[in-house]
């Protein structure tokens, strides 16, 4: 049995293997369309097409079944495109947020905040030093995948310059 809301797809063992698979093969109909419809297609054409018309079927409600979708679709790749991939995307689509969190441009209250590593002053080979600490929750593994946890250790390893931007145009700049 499945549900279908909002165009999400969810069957009864809330497993998004279904939700993956209609949307791969919408992307991969799409993208047979637009093989199909021009005899000649250069990178610049075939990157405009596709992020266009290809990307969105596999990004709506990419959070939830990212790591999902990529195994059913065919034909191009991102990579041939010079595009970024979609992991990098969300990856920094996560980091964005999160500067914009600490550095109070937008205002979020969470339950807990954001935890911080307490800084010895005598260690410095720590990167930069809003460093952040993972929150460790055994009742729920839901909270693993949680903002805050899932951006760690990639935040830990950005440059000290990077975190203390002063801008959010800086920030961007600086993790590209």
């Not at 063992?13 to 799409?30: D, E, F, G, P, Y």
């Not at 109070?104 to 809003?130: D, M, Q």
Request: contains cysteine; aromatic residues 10%.
């Amino acid at each position: 049995m499945k549900e279908k809301d909002l165009g999400v797809t969810v069957t009864n063992n809330l497993k998004w293997n279904k939700q993956c698979t209609i949307a791969a093969s919408k992307a991969n109909k799409i993208l047979g369309h637009i093989l199909n419809s021009f005899d000649y297609l250069d990178c610049r054409s075939m990157k405009l097409l596709y992020t266009a018309l290809v990307r969105p079927h596999l990004e709506y409600v990419g959070v939830l079944h990212l790591k999902l979708t990529f195994p059913f679709l065919k034909g191009y790749k991102e990579e041939q495109l010079n595009s970024l991939n979609q992991s990098k995307r969300r990856l920094r689509g996560d980091l964005i947020p999160m500067y914009k969190i600490i550095n109070g441009v937008e205002k979020i209250k969470f339950i807990y905040g954001v935890n911080f590593a307490k800084i010895l002053s005598g260690n410095i080979r720590k990167p930069n030093n809003l460093r952040l600490v993972r929150e460790i929750n055994k009742r729920s593994s839901g909270r693993f995948n949680f903002l805050t946890n899932r951006i760690v250790s990639t935040w830990n390893n950005l440059s000290s310059a990077c975190v203390s931007a002063l801008s959010v145009n800086n920030f961007k700049a600086c993790i590209d």
